[in-house]
């Protein structure tokens, strides 16, 4: 799980709205993606593009690239309504669902048995919040290629490997049909790698960069 950036907003009618609840300190109207489609749309959208169209958690691939270009925004909203993809808005602490259930710090867009399986209204813990300012995989994570799971960095205190451990069950990261995934995917990948071959890493690529360091 990669750092991710989120703060390129191109949803700038729906950032403008929340901000105004948090300038004037108030709670958000209630969170039902149903009864809010003039911003859910462009929430969903903006975040895929931050996360270059994966999973914040997995990076299991959600959409395609066409779909998050930049040219698919105008005046600060997202064109196309109906987008075809998979997956569904997580609120990373759920916590705040109540009171702040539009909150873009408090968002990331994930895959759906992810966030109905696994990780659900689960209590959390921000050392894996991938856009904290600190984040940094590298620091925090190690991958065992042989089982093809994601681990904590094993050069840490104890104590915040068993956080960074607990999170990955939490954020279903190592989720056994992710890890059928992401091994299918990569040994095809590290197979092209070994003869040469031409490839792309069009998901899993903190995986795939853990493995060839």
């Given amino acids: ?25 108030q709670n958000h109207p209630k969170y039902n993606s149903s009864n809010n489609k003039q911003h859910y749309t462009d929430v969903v959208m903006n975040l895929l593009h ?27 909203k997202y064109i196309n309504r109906k987008p075809e993809i998979l997956g569904q808005l997580d ?25 109905t399986k696994v990780k659900g209204k689960k209590e959390v813990d ?13 620091d925090l994570l190690e991958y065992d290629s042989k089982n093809h799971i994601f681990i904590a960095n094993t050069d840490l205190e104890e104590d915040i490997q068993v956080r960074i451990n607990a999170m990955i069950l939490k954020l279903g990261i190592n989720f056994d ?19 040469g071959l031409d ?3 069009n998901q899993f690529p903190t995986a795939f960069k853990l493995c060839t360091q």
Avoid: V
Avoid at 92 to 99: I, Q, V, Y
Avoid at 126 to 138: Q, R, T, V
């Fill in 199 to 201: 490839y792309e890493i």
């Fill in 50 to 76: 931050n996360q270059n169209g994966l999973c914040a958690y997995t990076e299991m691939r959600l959409c395609s690239n066409d779909l998050i270009s930049e040219d698919n925004w105008k005046e600060g």
């Fill in 1 to 25: 799980m990669r750092k991710i950036d989120k703060t390129n907003i191109l949803s700038t009618e729906y950032k403008n709205w929340e901000e105004e609840f948090e300038t004037k300190e």
């Fill in 126 to 138: 921000d050392i894996l919040k991938p856009d904290k300012s600190d984040y940094n995989e590298n």
């Fill in 177 to 195: 049909p992710i890890i059928d995934k992401r091994k299918e995917y990569l040994n095809d990948k590290l197979e092209m790698r070994k003869f």
């Fill in 91 to 115: 609120h990373f602490d759920p916590e705040l669902k109540d009171t702040k259930g539009w909150l873009w710090d408090n968002f990331f867009f994930i895959d759906t048995d992810i966030n």
